[in-house]
């Protein structure tokens, strides 16, 4: 697909490492004022003052984290920054650098890298994030992204996630599932390309879902949100592997149990369609889709107030004693135990 | 290989993601008083203080930067670590924390991500660096191995690429040209092992080589050595990708030339005794060999006295003008133009 899309051709060993790096590299510009020293040295160099320095990092694989035949690089570009800096942004912290090292087998031109690196340059824009190193190298198969995130906060601003404390309100921002439903339609048109590839799928339909897989947004807006609305979560983390996953994981390490409302999951609406074309049950896909990086965390009651009536917010649950276990509370008010059917990347099927 | 070893094998898929980093991290306690926050949450927490945080980032892939027939999991495991470390004591700061990536393929039994990690866990001794973060899923192929090296100095003890002066002295550390040799060894074994899998080669002779390119040492030592000698250098690199790659770097980053002399190059009597042995011009290994992990820095003459005859340096030239280039000097009075030969991870040959 990569050779369809360019003609013109440039061998990266044309280039070496060095050249390639500055080529990729050279129309990005620092802009942190906490950046002292970033592409060029054996290392970075950041200025925190006294606040703390967060990093996260993260490995996408072609094959297992997105697949070229559908995922166009310069989405691919931005979708690594963006799920990276989820990871700062549910620490409650800002991002403000990145480092991003890659490894490519031959077959990628340097035309294809030139627009990943336009994808990884728009989400280093939209986010106000440096780039501040890494590393380029070569692979034996298929595209390999490596990006470290890196970001400030105060320490009393910080929230992990094991804060949640009996009685504490459980909020999600956004919907959930879209992402997972996209990845449905892609790989449903993937299908259909390889039996018919003069096939013209009309995809109108499902733009926000697409969007959701190909393009995600970290949520950025929300620690400055929770800041002017003077709340403090108790626990937070972003929805990556996917709600029942993430909700287990701040129950299991606040010791603390829960129970999370079937009937008030935010669902985009194009999400509960395409699971009814799919006979998907939404509220499954919601729980175990993952991939939509949006920010679940837990408040104070007393917080309640200043969160309700906010349309990045839903309050989707509350935490209980530890010992009335991690709950789903059905339309119909049964409770059904939620284990955990996120995506597990080392799992065969 | 791995298959052999490990008569007992568990399936990676038996633990899922969050059960095989847990068990992988067990045993590492954290213990730096900058480390607020470890494994465990969206992402790590560092506390500095006033000094600056200092990050490098790498990326292994097998087929590439290694090869598992003849390099043991656990000396992997340590060189990752050693590579990435090595790139915060080049700046002159202190390792903290590192966090570490892996993708592996589903041939792999845990017992051998056990000695991977078993290498990691006494890397992060040998550098007292905790292990605060990282990812682990599965690749399509082979081990994928990202580290992040994360450090902190004081803003005026931080040494950059581009500080060179004319008339500074060229130092190195150690001996150089041994990794590479170390690699024409195992290459060699290897090849002898294809064709008669009963030989059982004596590689006592080789020792030290072996040590070099499969257990690199960091150069932790340095920088509190240089400050306990009262010595800042002006310019410092590590040696990873080869000498003459890492001069012309400081050169070009500095604005100036350099002479480098050939008598003065440290070689160990085993990387002499291994080129003549394939025939190989030591000199050429000694610039273009890459992977010893030394530290080259510039000092100012001024500071000469303060290092002469410390048996850690050797001085290896002085820093000329520009327009002088980058030359070597010959044992013949000769002056040959540096160029880069040093290892080029994208090119093919």
Chains 1, 2 share one sequence.
Not at 121 to 148: F, K, M, N, P, Q
Request: hydrophobic share 40%.
């Amino acid at each position: 697909m990569i050779e369809d899309k360019t003609p013109h051709r440039t061998q990266l060993s044309d280039l070496g490492e060095f050249g390639l790096i500055a080529h990729l590299t050279a129309d990005f510009k620092t802009k942190q004022p906490s950046t002292l020293k970033g592409i060029g040295d054996d290392a970075a160099v950041m200025n925190f003052d006294d606040k703390k320095t967060v990093v996260s990092t993260d490995l996408l694989i072609e094959g297992v984290h997105f697949d070229l035949s559908y995922v166009p690089l310069k989405h691919l570009g931005y979708k690594a920054v963006s799920v990276n800096v989820s990871d700062i942004y549910a620490m409650n912290a800002r991002a403000t650098q990145i480092t991003v090292s890659i490894a490519v087998s031959n077959r990628f031109p340097l035309e294809a890298l030139e627009e990943l690196y336009a994808g990884i340059y728009l989400a280093c824009e939209r986010y106000e994030v440096d780039l501040v190193g890494g590393d380029t190298t070569s692979s034996t198969r298929g595209l390999i992204i490596s990006v470290t995130a890196i970001g400030e906060a105060q320490e009393d601003e910080l929230v992990y996630r094991n804060g949640a404390k009996e009685n504490d309100l459980i909020v999600l921002t956004g919907d959930i599932g879209g992402a997972y439903m996209g990845l449905q339609i892609l790989e449903r048109e993937k299908a259909v390309f390889q039996v018919n590839p003069h096939s013209q799928p009309d995809l109108d339909m499902y733009t926000y879902i697409l969007e959701r897989q190909l393009k995600p947004e970290a949520r950025k807006d929300i620690p400055p949100l929770l800041k002017a609305l003077g709340v403090k979560p108790t626990a937070m983390m972003d929805v990556s592997d996917g709600l029942s996953s993430e909700i287990l994981h701040i129950c299991s390490q606040s010791g603390v149990g829960c129970r999370l409302y079937e009937d008030k999951i935010p669902l985009d609406p194009q999400v509960i369609s395409t699971c009814e074309e799919f006979n998907l049950d939404s509220t499954t896909i919601a729980l175990s889709g993952g991939e939509d990086y949006e920010l679940l965390f837990t408040i104070a009651q007393a917080d309640y107030d200043k969160i309700k009536g906010n349309p990045h917010f839903s309050v989707i649950g509350h935490i209980t004693p530890k010992d009335d276990g991690v709950n789903l509370v059905t339309r119909a008010g049964q409770f059904i135990p939620i284990i955990a059917r996120g995506w597990n990347a080392l799992s065969k099927d």
